[in-house]
């Protein structure tokens, strides 16, 4: 019975890890791309990811802000705010929020959540689509 239990506890800890390491591959997909998403207004921001580098456009207010990425985890990482044509958001250059790639909804685009920090701290979650026609 000992050896039944210890199989079964085996066995679900296997399943997991492979759970696991699945949605962590899945993740990898999203390290570099064309992204978009929609910010609180509804303005569609284009996103390009580079090996550590993020370039975000807001196509309705051309705003522009290049930042430095850093991955934690597959499916978590850091972005610091190097530069922006925005008088207004540089205030925010040298400021680091994490993001985590929350679930992937197919190939081409993933739910995220994301430690924001503006005016004050503040949890954003969206969705980041990949660009597949330019």
Do not use: P
């Not at 990898?28 to 609180?40: E, I, M, T």
């Amino acid at each position: 019975m000992k050896y039944f239990i210890v199989l079964i506890g085996m066995f679900f800890f296997t399943v997991h890890s492979i759970a696991q390491t699945t949605n962590n591959l899945t993740c990898l997909n999203f390290h570099q791309g064309k992204f978009y998403y929609l910010d609180s207004l509804q303005n569609k921001v284009l996103v390009t990811r580079k090996k550590r580098q993020q370039i975000e456009y807001n196509e309705k207010t051309t705003v522009k802000s290049v930042f430095k990425i850093k991955w934690k985890r597959d499916c978590e990482y850091e972005l610091k705010q190097i530069w922006t044509n925005s008088k207004s958001h540089r205030k925010f250059n040298g400021g680091i929020s994490t993001t985590i790639l929350s679930k992937v909804i197919d190939s081409n685009s993933y739910e995220y959540t994301c430690g924001c920090k503006d005016e004050k701290l503040r949890v954003v979650q969206g969705t980041m689509i990949r660009v597949l026609n330019l």
